[in-house]
């Protein structure tokens, strides 16, 4: 799960120019802090233009945008669909100061007039008291104390996640021990009070501290089973007969933990020499940690080769964990390129990058924003024997840092424990599930058979961890398959359970069924039939509606409202998929009707 993105504030701009309407963001510029243009090539449309309209737009319809004088907006995507209309993500500061919960989307259409926008925060962000009365040093010393590690610079914030809008600091804290393994968080205080606004790690870990304490108390000891698969053909190094100009790319085997052998796109540095990273994925690569809390990648042991084949398929060979983790980012990556158009994980065609052995002893795996990339846990010897270094367990992780490339869903609340609350983390734990298994489905490993359950490869008790036609069949987290009000604030692996099963009724439709093998049995909240659109077009609809109209605060019924609006975008708002998005939520007991009417 992933900590509320609250820390830096990274600017790329992306602009879609792909003709399918399945297309992501195509092109995206550094994140410089500024705005970058970029031509789109479809229509002429630069990128500075539509950002320029767009900007005006929010400031010139400011009742509907809550855009107020003092505010800056600066943008984070720009989006052109194939069908015209264009989106800008913006985030905000206040009088120069970060706006916490700020985030807004501005809808364009073709000719850049305002059509909508989606906002995070409801209510006017100007803060009541603009005078702290804690210092930066007094802020630094409590945040330090609260999430017990060393505490960075405190910086003015207006914090406007909660329905209000204070004057907050915001303070990072890194060596915290305040969890399972030391590293980075993020607190934020009352600048005026001092209380704990929020105290949040800064990266997202696979397994709750809840579901971690509720597997000690059953005893469960998970060993998950390892695989082998035939050795792929046409896998030797180049030949080394003609002059060669170093690197250059090279084929090479590895042998994972799960997965079996499997090819590997490497480089080759020399002769005998070869390093596990991707040349045709952006260099992407996975290090060693060797063991300690790095959180800086740069740190990690390179992974090198005299033979170009890496691991033996047993925890015995550091390498074996890295092949199971090259293996699975590559694929994450290859399911979002070729399904999306998208070039990278923040979609700015920089490298993916993984470190396995990670921390003394750590039963989870982890995307953190701070490193940028995948932390993969040894296991602790005791509860978990092997690396959670499984494919949809990457496929989840890597998607929330998609999530945080885009949406910033956050949860509403995080307990003492580390736990975390609210609709909006569900829906971001829920999409990690959704994108993740999709990323099985675009992988099609023999020895890891794609299907819609999540850690079926961890060995444990009831067989998964969670699945997506009946979430309540996982009793371990306690699942929930419908929405009620009490649903706001769940835990936010038990409450993902409402969103993953309206896609999973989208996609495939209620009832017994038998896909791929695998028997699901989907049902819905008043015995409705839903007949699935296919997961073609509802995993399009909901990365359509990831990207375009989600923001930091969306909740299940946003959720509802973002799909439709993609569906229509995607099909036609009288298409069967529209309709079929709407019989989906009902299903799970999302519609207009029970819409609270406060959420935020």
């Known amino acids: 799960m992933r900590g509320p993105h609250i820390r830096s504030l990274a600017v790329a701009v992306a602009v879609t120019t792909a003709a399918t309407g399945l297309a992501g963001t195509a092109f995206a510029g550094p994140a410089t802090g500024t705005d970058r243009a970029t ?79 989606t906002r995070a925060a409801g209510q006017s962000i100007k803060p009541a008291i603009t005078r702290a009365e804690l210092t930066a040093g007094q802020a630094e010393a409590k945040a ?45 205080l009352d600048a005026v009070t001092g209380k704990v606004r929020s105290n ?19 005893g469960e000891t998970l060993d998950p089973a390892t695989g082998t698969a035939v050795k792929p053909r046409s896998l030797a190094a180049a030949a080394a007969s003609r ?35 991707d040349p045709t994925r952006w260099g992407t690569e996975t290090r060693d940690a060797k063991g300690q809390d790095l959180e800086n990648f740069a740190q990690g042991k390179k992974f090198t080769s005299t033979t170009d084949k890496w691991g033996n398929g047993a925890v015995s060979h550091r390498d074996s964990a ?51 990339c995948m932390l993969y846990g040894d296991g602790d010897g005791d509860m978990f024997k092997k690396p959670l270094v499984v494919l949809d367990v990457t496929g989840h992780e890597l998607t929330h840092g998609v ?11 995080v307990d003492a424990d580390g736990n975390q609350y609210g609709e909006a983390g569900s829906l971001n734990e829920s999409l990690a599930d959704i994108f993740g298994s999709n990323v099985e489905f675009s992988a099609n490993n023999a020895k890891n058979p794609p299907n819609y359950l999540i850690g079926e490869k961890l060995g444990l008790a009831q067989k998964f961890l969670r699945r997506l036609d009946h979430p309540s069949l996982d009793k371990l987290e306690g699942t929930i398959d419908y929405w009620s009000p009490q649903t706001y604030d769940a835990e936010v692996h038990a409450g993902s359970g409402v ?5 999973y009724l989208l996609a495939e439709g209620s009832g017994s069924k038998t896909i791929g093998g695998f028997a699901y049995d989907s049902p819905t909240y008043d015995g409705a039939t839903v007949t699935g659109i296919g997961r073609t077009k509802a995993t399009a609809i909901f990365y359509r509606a990831l990207t375009r109209y989600m923001v930091s605060t969306t909740d299940f019924h946003d959720a509802r409202t973002a799909t439709l609006k993609a569906a229509a975008d995607l099909y036609g708002a009288n298409s069967t998929a529209y309709k079929t998005v709407d019989q989906a939520w009902a299903a799970v007991n999302v519609t207009v009707a029970n819409t609270p009417a406060a959420r935020h």
């Open 39 to 117: 031509a789109s090539t479809d229509t002429g449309t630069s990128a500075a233009s539509v950002v320029t309209a767009a900007r005006a737009a929010a400031f010139a319809h400011a009742s509907a945008t809550g855009v107020t004088r003092g505010d800056e907006l600066r943008a984070q995507d720009v989006m052109i669909d194939p069908e015209g209309a264009r989106h800008v993500r913006f985030i905000r500061s206040h009088q120069g100061m970060p706006v916490l919960g700020g985030d807004l989307v501005v809808h364009l259409s073709h000719g850049l007039a305002y059509t909508g926008v």
């Open 144 to 188: 330090a104390a609260v999430a017990k590690g060393d505490a960075g610079t405190a910086e003015l914030v207006v914090d406007a996640r909660d329905g209000g809008a204070a004057l907050a600091y915001r303070i990072p804290v890194s060596d915290s021990s305040t969890a399972e393994a030391t590293g980075t968080r993020t607190v934020v």
């Open 200 to 218: 949040t790690p800064d990266s997202d870990e696979f397994l709750s501290p809840k579901l971690l304490d509720t597997l000690r108390e059953r």
């Open 243 to 277: 002059a060669v100009h170093y690197p250059v790319t090279a084929s090479g085997t590895g042998t994972s933990l799960f997965v079996g052998k499997v090819p590997l796109t490497t480089t080759r540095t020399a002769r005998t020499s070869y390093l596990l990273k």
């Open 322 to 372: 890295a092949v199971d983790a090259q293996y699975g980012i590559t694929k994450t990556l290859d399911f979002y390129k070729k399904t999306f158009g998208r070039k990278g994980i923040a979609n700015n065609g920089k490298a993916a990058r993984g470190m396995v052995h990670f921390g003394n002893k750590v039963a989870n795996a982890f995307w953190d924003s701070t490193c940028g």
């Open 403 to 413: 999530v945080d490339a885009t949406a910033k869903l956050e949860p509403t609340r």
């Open 499 to 503: 969103s993953s099963h309206a896609y």
